[in-house]
């Protein structure tokens, strides 16, 4: 059984790390491209582990069907490949919805594609089920998704992740103006390998999501235990038996034994935001704030396993103060830090950022690029010389 999720592109090596080390197989597949990844499960409850333990993923979906398609004859195809749905474990008598995604030049359009998946299917489960499921279209029980590719390579998948993302996390309940994508904060503790093992502190924490992240990473705490019964996952009665029992990550730390998150910016509102999203985390009791300059952080830590955070991309200031940014932020950093901390960033300036490590005699032991909305940002990881 094939499980597919959706990524931010370019994020699959990160995503097949935290894959591996929760004890999922990736596999090649010939959909896969930058924004998007296959593994293997052994069936629901792996499926359910996997909505309750991953936290890089956006999407994440059982692969229905998959197959490639003559582009002379298309339709004839896609019909076969509905066929081959197995209905059953999936699919009960609620309204269900197609959502069609192609790229390339074909000769019908996404909604066309959409269409003529929907009818057949419609079809298909009245056969196998005895019953002709509604159509909903804006608040259906089940999403299956069909994707055809530029070569004509066809998936279609049931979307387990309901109608917002797995990487929209309960807790936000402060936006930040420049807020961070949750599956971002954790791709870069992912590629930190952040494992709570000491302190951990962000000093341009925005809304706090590497900090909450952080945290639900180092005790274990599902993505997903905020969301709960908001997931359309358990529409489909093979996962019905599992829905009390949601997975969660290994836990690296017990919270008693939890070593200290600390959390910074020169904000006193976004401080004030973050403590807001911490709270309805449930976290903010192992989290110590404070307003005030990135400078700062060594008054406040200085023993870090991790110093991580999203500094500002100097769109509107220019490069040279931007530079002078971020040489007091590497050089907090580093007072802050034990013998052999880390220092994680996600930003867009990455030749900056590997100019001050030449400069500093440090090593950027990871770079990994990944697209985020109209720019290229890199996960970076700097460590001592």
Avoid at 71 to 94: N, T
Avoid at 358 to 370: F, I, M, Q
Wanted: proline share 6%; with cysteine; glycine share 10%.
């Amino acid at each position: 059984m094939r499980a597919c999720a959706t990524i931010a592109p370019g994020l699959r090596p990160v995503v097949h790390r935290e894959l591996e080390r929760n004890g999922f197989t990736p596999v090649d597949d010939a959909l896969d491209n930058a924004g998007w990844t296959t593994f293997t499960v052994d069936g629901p409850l792996d499926l359910a582990d996997a909505i309750g333990r991953l936290r890089t993923l956006h999407r994440l979906g059982l692969v229905l069907a998959a197959g490639s398609l003559d582009p002379d004859d298309p339709w004839d195809g896609l019909d076969a490949l509905v066929d081959e749905i197995d209905v059953d474990p999936w699919f009960a008598e609620g309204p269900f919805a197609v959502r069609g995604h192609r790229t390339g030049d074909h000769e019908f359009t996404s909604m066309e594609l959409a269409a003529r998946v929907g009818d057949r299917l419609h079809d298909h489960l009245a056969t196998e089920l005895g019953t002709r499921p509604p159509v909903d279209l804006e608040a259906p029980d089940a999403i299956v998704r069909v994707h055809v590719d530029d070569a004509g390579h066809t998936r279609l998948w049931l979307d387990l992740a309901g109608q917002a993302g797995l990487h929209r996390r309960s807790y936000r309940d402060y936006d930040h103006p420049a807020g961070m994508k949750a599956s971002l904060a954790a791709a870069l503790l992912e590629l930190a390998d952040h494992r709570a093992r000491g302190p951990f502190a962000d000093p341009m924490a925005g809304g706090g999501t590497l900090v909450t992240e952080a945290v639900g990473r180092a005790l274990g705490l599902s993505p997903m235990r905020l969301r709960g019964d908001e997931l359309l996952a358990w529409h489909a009665p093979a996962l019905a038996e599992h829905q009390a029992n949601l997975g969660a990550p290994e836990a690296f730390v017990d919270r008693e034994q939890a070593p200290a998150f600390v959390l910074g910016d020169h904000a006193p509102n976004h401080v004030e935001g973050a403590q807001r999203n911490l709270e309805a985390a449930g976290v903010a009791d192992l989290v110590d704030t404070y307003a005030g300059d990135a400078r700062q952080l060594p008054d406040h830590v200085d023993d870090a396993e991790l110093v991580a955070t999203n500094p500002p991309y100097g769109i509107r200031s220019g490069e040279a103060p931007l530079a002078d940014t971020y040489r007091d932020l590497i050089d907090a950093g580093l007072a802050s830090l034990a013998d052999d901390g880390r220092i994680g960033l996600l930003t867009p300036k990455a030749d900056l950022v590997h100019r001050i490590a030449d400069e500093r005699g440090l090593t950027v032991a990871e770079d990994e690029t990944v697209k985020h909305g109209r720019l290229t940002i890199h996960l970076l990881v700097v460590d001592r010389g």
